[in-house]
């Protein structure tokens, strides 16, 4: 089955860029996007196809898609972005998610 | 406004039986894809099912042949039926649109199942 693995977890001082990486086997051959989650909420899409942005996510998100690799990245990290991140992409019919990344904004 | 609220959630017994519903409201289900997605308690996502505008659906292999994806057109609704339940099934159940442009970009807040004796 196909797998998605992301670093547990990602430190950021405040004002400077997040990384969050997610691989996978030729990840780069279909779209990946990712969704942002809250302590106690519900998760929300934050980049979506790879690189597009959702109405009302601030353009301090962006996000990369290339060979085997997806990357969601945080310029400017504001301490409301601390939060877990997941990716998530489709293999076949079947969904896939990531394995997670905290983000703590140190 | 898109709006999503599942509910159904409780305690069960291993064995058991549950059909979770999720309301939709802004949108049309039978139009849309529709997805199943949970959380066990301190864990990540795990996707679970997704049934098509044209009424195909999908499952993760981990609950295959227990859990059955269904929606009523009239009703709006989607639902989850939930059976052999096993204690690993314990988790907050979300439903979702999606996929739409390959992702899921409504949740609901999610309804909690727990399985134990």
Redesign the interface.
């Known amino acids: ?1 196909y797998e998605l693995t992301q670093p547990p977890s990602v430190s950021v001082s405040p004002g400077q860029t997040a990384s969050i990486t997610c691989s996978g086997d030729k990840l780069g051959d ?2 990946a ?1 990712w ?1 942002q ?1 809250k302590p106690g909420q ?4 934050v980049i ?2 790879d690189t ?1 942005r ?1 109405s009302g996510i601030p353009e301090r998100f962006s996000g990369s898609n290339s060979g085997n690799t997806a990357t969601l990245t945080i310029s400017g990290t504001q301490a409301m972005d601390e939060a ?1 991140y ?1 990716c ?3 293999d076949s ?8 990344t905290k983000v703590t904004v140190l | 406004e898109v709006h999503l609220v599942e509910s159904g959630g409780a305690l069960m017994q291993p064995g058991g039986s549950l059909r979770l519903s999720c309301a939709a409201s802004g949108f049309t289900v039978s139009s849309n894809y529709m ?1 199943w ?1 949970r959380q066990a308690p301190g864990k ?4 679970v099912s ?1 049934i098509y505008s044209g009424g ?1 659906t ?1 499952y ?2 981990s609950v295959k042949g227990r859990f059955t994806i269904s929606r009523d057109n009239y009703k709006n609704t989607l639902y989850l039926q939930m059976n052999s339940l096993r204690a690993d099934d314990t988790a907050v159940y ?1 439903c979702a649109r999606g ?1 739409l ?5 409504y ?4 309804t909690l199942v727990t399985v134990s004796s």
């Open positions: 089955s279909r779209y996007c969704y989650q519900s998760p929300v899409l979506y196809q597009k959702p877990d997941y998530q992409a489709w019919s079947t969904g896939v998610f990531g394995t997670g | 997805s997605v990540g996502l795990e996707w997704v195909s999908y993760a292999d979300y996929p442009d390959t992702s899921l970009d949740w609901g807040q999610g």
